[in-house]
């Protein structure tokens, strides 16, 4: 039970960990010291109304305490002693009364004063807790920007991961295609492959067509050669040309404004 217990903490430690956002949790640390604060100002504002109110009824009693003195003057004016008596006895009863709201009222305002102090001190703290939480998640932020980045270049990301190995298998697709390809040319060339549509040629074929093609370039360029020169045209004049263009390719022999020496035969 206890080896289950630790694998279940680790394991939840670890997930908490990796949900844990520390932008998100100083957010909660400074939403929970406004709260404190705003607990702080509604003490401060309740023992200002108590001490409020005590000064009210102390008011009222000094009032009632020189009317009562007052009072007695006139009796005593008045001849009236007992009267006078009554007045200074609810006077000295009203003085014991303002005497312990006195004492009430200086308590009520030395713990103002030093809830309004802690106040002020506690909102410096906030202030000051505030501006590095901005910066906190700032730095945060940045890195965690700066980290992607890296991990987007270097290719270890989870996204970029995806992308190459897309394109890897795009290459290893077209390179299988390519050597198919080629493949597939080679034993069409060897003749192992027959092209059922008769469009492709062998070599053989293929080689005859490029000298036909070969002579027909030359015969074009000795007529073209007769025209530009104005020497006889047609028929003649190309095979004069090809024949003078057949001579000079010999290897062996300059050139030679007279005809070539006549050799004869004989059996």
Known sequence: MKRMGLIFRSKANK????????????DYSYQKQLELLQKVRRGVADVATSRKRLELQLTQLQQQSAKYEDQGRKALSLGREDLAREALTRKSAMQGQISDLQVQYQQLQAEEEKLTLASQRLQAKVDAFRTKKETIKATYTAAQ????IAESF????EEMGDVGLAIQRAEDKTAQMQARAGAIDELLASGALEDPSGLRKDDIEAELERVAGGSDVELELARMKAELGGGPSGPAAIEQGNGGAQHQQQPGHGQQDTPPPTINYQK
Do not use: F, V
């Open 145 to 148: 920007a700066q980290t992607r």
């Open 15 to 26: 997930a908490l960990d990796r949900a844990e956002d520390p932008r998100e949790t100083l």
């Open 154 to 157: 270097s290719g270890i990301s």
